[in-house]
């Protein structure tokens, strides 16, 4: 069984910064995704950072320059640098890690942590 856990939320104020990170325990393997989703108040969850174990990122348009998405294999663990936090980038932040295993895909969500950005 695979367990994430979310760290680094808090609260910060207009062009702050903030490095959360995701540990996975459990077995991940080398065939996997991690990505960083956030749900603000009254709105759908969105995918904001993705990184794929062959190196692929993608970035949702309005964090593209900000936020950073980088990963740690040996440690399972994944990263997500804020940067220029605005208003905007208050939600709770979920780390999400897809594990492939031949055609089978299991994905795995962390609790959640807080962001939240005051002008």
């Known amino acids: 069984q695979v367990q994430l856990v979310e760290s680094g939320g808090g609260s910060v104020q207009v062009g702050g910064s903030l490095r959360l990170s995701c540990a996975a325990s459990?077995?991940?393997?080398?065939?996997?995704?991690m990505a960083w989703y956030r749900q603000a108040p009254g709105k759908q969850r969105e995918l904001v950072a993705f990184?794929?174990?062959?190196?692929?990122?993608i970035y949702v348009y309005s964090v593209k320059g900000r936020f950073t998405i980088s990963r740690d294999n040996g440690k399972n663990t994944v990263y997500l640098q804020m940067n220029s936090l605005e208003p905007e980038d208050t939600a709770v932040y979920y780390c999400?890690?897809?594990?492939?295993?031949?055609?089978?895909?299991?994905?795995?969500w962390g609790q959640g942590t807080q962001v939240t950005v005051s002008s």
């Open positions: 459990g077995r991940i393997g080398s065939s996997n995704t």
């Open positions: 990184s794929s174990s062959g190196g692929r990122t």
């Open positions: 999400k890690v897809d594990v492939i295993s031949g055609s089978t895909l299991q994905a795995y």
